[in-house]
Structures are given as C-alpha cells and as structure tokens.
C-alpha cells in the first residue's frame, strides 16, 4: 500500500485565508521533509523536521512520530504560495526518501 | 540558489535517440538520486548512488538507461533509446542530513 498519503489533494482559498494540509505515513522513518514545487517544477525545500514544530516566517511544520503523521500550516495565504505542496519520508539507510502525491494549493486574489 | 546543479534545462529527443543528463551534486553529498516525475506529480525513484556506487536501481533502470557518478565529474543518466512515456521531469537530488534537489530537466520525446 502506499506509504505516504497527503491531504487534500487540492485546495483553494482566498488570499489572506490559513491552510493545513496533512501528511500520513505507515512506515518508520528517519525524518521528513517538506517541499514547495513551483509551477516550472524547482523543488523547495521548506522544512526537515525529523520531530516537534518547527516555524518560518508564515510556515509551521509539526511532526508527530509515533503518531506517523506530519502537517504544514500556512497562516495569511498570499496568492504566491500557489503551487504544490510535497511532503517526503526519509528511510534509515540511504533508501530514497519516498514522496506523498502532493497538495496542490490555489490561492485567489 | 539550488545547491545542486542541473544540465540541461530542458531537453528534446525523437523517439528512438539517446537522451542525457547531467547533475552535478553539493560537494559533501555523499548520496546521489534520480527521481522521474511525470505529468501527474508523481515521483518515480530511478537510481541512487553512495560514492560512484551504485545502491539501488529499479528494473527500467537498469534495462534502458544508464547512469554513471564519478568522482570529480558529474553525474549522468542516460536513456539509450528515448520512448514517449520517458517524457517527463527528471530530478537529481543529493543526500547530506537532509534532501536538496536540481532544477530538473524537463525531457520531451517527439
């Protein structure tokens, strides 16, 4: 079965609006790692949290282990966090880190 | 700026004709992937490498491309024989604690 699950899939809000989207995962793990993917396809990396919440500027990234679950907030949406979101577990060993499918995020003016 | 370099951009190949690119990683990354993302997002792993060794390679990988990462050159993935559903965005990424990604190269086959 799939390893990791992101939620939602989509999202669309309007400008000033807050976001949580959710990252499920059924296999320990090193850490995770949260990714912004532009439009063109350059991936951002935001946050490595390998556990607790970690803050930067309008991001927060809260990691639970035990719970096998991490989460992405974003606070006062703008419309140029529009993109997706990835989040990736990253494996014991130098196993790839496997990625969730995404959240597409739309934020309207 | 990406600290992981990516060659080229984009890339256009007819159906049949070899395909090659090139990532040359952070020095201190010891670790070396190639993903392939398609036009649905989703990530494929191709071929990791520890120190110009190769770790792990799916099948197509290892049937219909070939990858190479010596030391003190870049790394390269090359597809012997382009088909139309390798279009798609390959990422090369490097693994130090954390994973930083290439800009990609986007590979159309006509």
């Known amino acids: 079965g799939q390893q990791v699950q992101q939620s939602p899939a989509s999202l669309v809000l309007q400008e000033g609006e807050n976001a949580e989207l959710q990252c499920n995962f059924s296999?320990?793990?090193?850490?995770m790692q949260w990714f912004y993917q532009r439009p063109g396809g350059s991936l951002v990396s935001l946050f490595y949290?390998?556990?607790g919440t970690k803050h930067s500027g309008r991001l927060t990234s809260t990691t639970v282990i035990k719970e096998r679950r991490s989460s992405l907030h974003i606070s006062s949406s703008q419309t140029t966090d529009s993109g997706t979101y990835l989040c990736?577990?990253?494996?014991?060993?130098?196993?790839?880190?496997?990625f969730g499918a995404g959240t597409k995020l739309s934020v309207k003016p | 700026n990406s600290k992981v370099i990516q060659t080229p951009r984009y890339l256009v190949k007819g159906q049949g004709q070899k395909a090659k690119m090139r990532c040359i990683p952070e020095?201190?990354?010891?670790?070396v992937f190639w993903y392939q993302q398609n036009k649905n997002n989703e990530f494929k792993f191709l071929i990791n490498?520890?120190?110009?060794?190769?770790?792990?390679q799916i099948d197509m990988t290892e049937k219909r491309f070939s990858a190479e990462c010596p030391s003190n050159s870049p790394c390269s993935l090359e597809i012997q024989s382009s088909e139309a559903g390798d279009s798609a965005l390959y990422l090369c990424?490097?693994?130090?604690?954390?994973?930083?990604f290439g800009k990609g190269t986007r590979l159309t086959v006509v």
């Open positions: 990736a577990l990253e494996l014991e060993g130098n196993n790839a880190p496997r």
């Open positions: 296999t320990s793990l090193n850490s």
């Open positions: 949290n390998p556990s």
């Open positions: 020095k201190g990354h010891p670790v």
């Open positions: 490498f520890q120190n110009q060794e190769v770790l792990q």
């Open positions: 990424a490097g693994l130090d604690t954390e994973v930083f």
